[in-house]
């Protein structure tokens, strides 16, 4: 679990884009969360960075990743189930130090602060046992929590547009009585104002840069399946539309990213009705709100992959990073495409390769 | 008495409780000062009795020397079993035969399997030793073919016997108190009583309860290649706390042409469920309570020389209660209740010398209910026959037995699922060989067998809320093994008893049942038939008993096992470095064995054990971060053995993991250092 181990992939390149960091989830309770980084400048791929940079850490990084992001100098990841936010150098991977919060999910970062959304808000016996979700602010230069905002329950991802917190709540641990609104919380006065239904089960959400928000749902894994929506004027009149293909087919939405104006969708779901999954890798339009394609990998490599699960697109080539988490149990594979849709490179990376972060020069 | 004798009891069929009084003798005598015809006493037993394989087993004087507080525990000294073990004395503790997976294990107690419908797992850690006389191991089944059918049904198969009431001479009653404590806070009283009512009917009533905070220290720590130690911790293992209590009454009775039995067992406990260390997480909080009770009977009658019958009841339920109680995630309160009852009838005829037949009819009703949302609440009807016939021309001895499995699984219908009914009926064989190479010298033996058999998906692979898939197959095993048996018993000299053993065999396992992510986050599983196992396996046991100067006395016992069991799930994942396919399966060593001597001079024992788990993977990608580094531990104990006129005292004292090694089984999971426990144990 300590040293990493290097790898020659691909093509060495000059950019503004050092390279990315490739947060693997590691299965719960194996505390195999590990770190890769890939060099743009060398075309190399580290393995399992976190043990060299940090060896005298215990258990390294934890159990369950579940987002990572660079802000500034410094790369934050959420570790699910260690209960902490783990704050580094962006540069070296170096620990800074750490903020706990228990059960925590996703980040997002404006003017100075983090903001964090945990399942684990204050318990309540109403009558039955109920704890919502919240989202937590802190300060990114001295690492305290300052404030928290509860929200829905099993809150996930969250966005920041137009001086308000969108917070996707999930419900997951309310089934079969999922939550199906998105929160949403003013900046400034840090309180929920108010609450978008959209659909069960909601998971990613994600503001383009004409301030829509771009909502998944996970669906409730019976009647209603994954889904993707878009909400136009989410600060004011919100309005919910359920993007689906020419056909009406929905977009299974495990995991998705924004380059421009395209929406890239990934995701796999198991059909009761035919017993198999169903996969799609889509690319939707945020402008027209068109799913342009379903399939944007244009050489059949997608037969080859066995779970979609972590996606990124580089900001200044386009070509796509797609993480195959696999078994969930064994190390996954991380895929490079063109823009184009053809396969550049392959590596293998640590356990459920799912959160990317790009690293730029300074 | 001689072995001689002994075998001629044996050869008789089953006059349990005069043939319990016959073994007392020796057994009794060879508690004092005659190991020696105690162990000779086991190996014949296990040698010439009906079954055509030899088990393993530990029984008697043997299993009470080794350092052992649950089954558990003890089988971790047989070969070709791997023990997962999640620490600490509350910790799930099961056991897995030839790799081929803890849910193909039948458990029987007293003769009638231990089921779990639920999820097939039997916990071995919770039964104690204090009542048991014999832990028996089969590969494949019992070779023997009077027997019930679902003693047929599993690919590998445990024997508990509790101890059978042996009266001395003139008395009536034995009581007998023990009292055990030392680390992790364990405390262990305990109490038999035994009656002889008359001449045909005795009883055992027995109890225990076992209380300990589970707490011991365990290390984790990381050293550079340069050697500086990066980072050391130590910590207290939480939330391992304990408190069970177990009741069981016996009452064994005998006919002039056949012996019943009956038994009520009751256990409850409560315990915490350690967890895994993982960064930034040092302890739990989730908890588990458990109340099984279950009443048994058997009775087998002699009709003729030709034909005997055996006549077999159960009824069980099940109680368990899990909660999860702790804030940082999802609060769980669940609780499931199982209810099974089962019958058996077999049927024993000898059609010529030498050609016996049994056949044997099974029928079994479990049902599951839980207090979870959407569930199905299933029901299970199985009905078992099984025909088996053995057949014995001078060296050979055969045995052949087909086993018809039928099972229908009805569910209520839940909120959003449809009501399923399933049926599943197959037909597998076994085949069981054994021969005597050697005119007039039964001291080597060939064996071989072959066995196909599967495991049923229990109620969660099928119906748990969400993961389950009812359109699961059962997963099957087949089995073909290949060995030989050499022993010899010697009156004079050193050397009172030597015996060998080697098997070599390989299993397949196909439509394993394996939980797959089924996609769209959140850690969403489900059960699928998909994976394949190989496995080719060699193990090999040496014993042997000295005596020297009248009142020594040494049994030495050597145990090794080698596994290659290989993934064949998914020939495309075939990166000769990481790939899955052809990797060893997870937490299955290559290398294992152990080594356990007993010296005894008069009343004093001088035990010491050596286990030793080679390097494995926790996964089937045996790359090194999934590497698990080979773990070994010695232990040691003593015991001394006061006989006053009236009654008996035994001291004993152990230390388990000597070297206070710090090593995980489960990964994440550490188990203890170095521990002590002590007992004093009152017989009259």
Request: charged share 20%.
């Amino acid at each position: 679990m300590w040293s990493s181990e290097e790898e020659e992939v691909g093509d060495t390149r000059t950019d503004s884009i050092l390279g990315f960091y490739l947060l693997n989830e590691g299965n719960m309770g194996s505390n195999k969360c590990t770190m890769d980084f890939y060099d743009y400048t060398t075309g190399t791929y580290i393995r399992n960075i976190y043990g060299n940079a940090n060896p005298s850490a215990v258990k390294e990084l934890g159990d369950v990743g579940n987002d990572l992001r660079i802000y500034g100098n410094r790369m934050w990841a959420v570790i699910n189930c260690s209960n902490k936010i783990e704050v580094m150098e962006a540069r070296t991977a170096r620990r800074v130090g750490q903020v706990n919060l228990a059960n925590c999910r996703y980040i997002a970062f404006h003017e100075g602060y983090a903001y964090v959304t945990s399942y684990a808000g204050p318990v309540q016996i109403n009558p039955d046992y109920e704890q919502k979700g919240m989202v937590v602010k802190i300060d990114t230069a001295t690492l305290e929590k300052v404030d928290t905002c509860i929200v829905g329950f099993q809150p996930d991802r969250l966005d920041i547009a137009n001086g308000k917190i969108f917070v996707a709540n999930s419900g997951g641990y309310m089934f079969p009585n999922y939550e199906n609104t998105v929160s949403v919380v003013d900046i400034g006065t840090f309180r929920e104002e108010g609450r978008i239904p959209v659909a069960v089960n909601l998971h990613h959400l994600m503001a383009d840069s004409d301030g829509q928000l771009w909502v998944s749902s996970r669906g409730d894994y019976y009647g209603n399946t994954s889904a993707l929506f878009c909400i136009t004027d989410p600060a004011g009149t919100p309005q919910v539309r359920r993007i689906t293909t020419q056909a009406g087919t929905d977009l299974v939405a495990e995991n998705m990213t924004l380059r421009g104006d395209s929406l890239y969708v990934i995701g796999t779901e198991f059909s009761y009705a035919t017993m198999q999954n169903h996969t799609n890798y889509g690319i939707v339009n945020v402008r027209t709100r068109k799913v342009l394609t379903t399939n944007f990998i244009t050489d059949g490599t997608d037969a080859s992959i066995m779970e979609p699960y972590g996606i990124a697109v580089h900001p200044h080539t386009g070509e796509i990073l797609i993480g195959d988490a696999r078994t969930h149990v064994n190390p996954g594979t991380l895929f490079c495409f063109s823009p184009e849709g053809l396969l550049l490179w392959k590596v293998r990376t640590g356990d459920i390769p799912a959160h990317f972060a790009f690293l730029y020069e300074r | 008495m001689t072995p001689r004798s002994i075998v001629i009891i044996l050869g008789t069929i089953f006059p349990l409780l005069t043939f319990a009084q016959e073994r007392d003798s020796v057994i009794h005598s060879a508690y004092g000062q005659d190991s020696v015809s105690c162990m000779m006493e086991v190996s014949v037993y296990a040698r010439r009795s009906e079954e055509i394989v030899p088990s393993q087993r530990l029984s008697g004087k043997r299993l009470e020397s080794l350092s052992s507080f649950s089954v558990a525990d003890a089988m971790r000294y047989f070969s070709g079993v791997q023990i997962k073990d999640y620490g600490g004395v509350g910790g799930l503790k099961t056991i897995d035969i030839r790799s081929m997976g803890t849910n193909h294990m039948g458990v029987f107690y007293d003769g009638i399997q231990l089921g779990n419908a639920q999820n097939g797992l039997v916990d071995l850690g919770r039964f104690s030793l204090d009542n048991v006389e014999e832990i028996a191991l089969y590969n494949g089944q019992k070779a023997q073919i009077f027997q019930p059918a679902r003693d047929y049904g599993t690919s590998g198969s445990v024997y508990i016997r509790t101890r059978r009431p042996r009266f001395e001479e003139g008395k009536n009653q034995n009581l007998r108190a023990s009292l055990k404590g030392g680390s992790f806070d364990l405390i262990n009283p305990s109490l038999t009583w035994e009656q002889r009512w008359s001449k045909r009917i005795s009883s055992s009533l027995s109890a225990d309860y076992t209380g300990a905070s589970g707490k011991y220290r365990f290390r984790y720590r990381r050293v550079l290649p340069s050697g500086q130690v990066a980072w050391d911790t130590t910590a207290v293992r939480q939330n391992g706390d304990i408190r069970s209590f177990r009741v069981e009454a016996s009452v064994f009775g005998n006919t002039p042409d056949g012996t019943w039995n009956a038994k009520a067992y009751y256990y409850d406990s409560e315990r915490g469920i350690p967890g895994a260390i993982v960064n930034n997480v040092w302890k739990h909080s989730q908890r588990q309570w458990d109340r099984n009770f279950f009443a048994q009977g058997q009775w087998t009658k002699h009709v003729s020389d030709r034909y005997k019958f055996q006549v077999s009841g159960k009824y069980a339920n099940d109680w368990m209660r899990y909660l999860n109680p702790d804030t940082t995630l999802m609060y769980q309160d669940n609780k499931f209740r199982q209810n099974e009852l089962y019958l058996s009838t077999a049927h024993h005829v000898e059609l010529l010398p030498g050609w016996q037949m049994n056949l044997a009819a099974d029928y079994q009703y479990n049902t599951l209910d839980a207090s979870l949302t959407n569930f199905v609440f299933p029901v299970r009807h199985t009905l078992l026959l099984a025909l088996a016939t053995q057949y014995e021309y001078r060296r050979l001895r055969l045995m052949a037995s087909l086993l018809g499995t039928n099972v229908w699984d009805r569910t209520t219908k839940g909120i959003t699922s449809d009501p399923v009914s399933r049926a599943t009926s197959r037909w597998t064989p076994a085949v069981y060989v054994s021969y005597q190479p050697l005119k007039d010298c039964s001291d080597l033996s060939l064996r071989a067998f072959y066995k196909g058999i599967f495991r049923l998906p229990t109620f969660n692979d099928l119906y748990y809320t969400e993961v389950g898939n009812a359109s699961l197959q059962p997963e099957t095993t087949r089995q073909w093994n290949l060995g030989f048996i050499y022993s010899h018993d010697w009156y004079l000299g050193l050397f009172r008893h030597v015996e060998l053993k080697a098997d070599g065999y390989f299993n397949m396992v196909d439509n394993k049942i394996v939980a797959i992510p089924k996609g769209s986050g959140q850690y969403r599983w489900m059960m699928m038939n998909v994976g394949k196992v190989h496995i080719a396996g060699v193990e090999a046991t040496a014993e042997a008993v000295m005596r020297w100067r009248r009142d020594w006395s040494l049994v030495l016992c050597l145990n090794y096992t080698y596994q290659s069991a290989t993934d064949r799930t998914d020939p495309t994942d075939n990166d000769p470095y990481y790939g899955t396919y052809g990797g060893q399966i997870a937490y299955i060593p290559w290398h294992s064995g152990s080594v356990a001597g007993n010296l005894t001079w008069r009343n004093l024992g001088l035990n010491y054990s050596f286990i030793y788990v080679g390097e494995r993977y926790h996964t089937s990608a045996n790359i090194r971060e999934n590497y698990e580094q080979p773990w070994y531990t010695h232990d040691l104990s003593a015991t001394y053995r006061w006989q006053l006129p009236r009654l008996a005292l035994t001291f004993a004292v152990e230390c388990n993991n000597l070297f206070n090694q710090q090593y995980d089984v489960i990964h994440n999971y550490p188990m203890p250092g170095r521990n002590w426990k002590g007992s004093v144990k009152v017989e009259w």
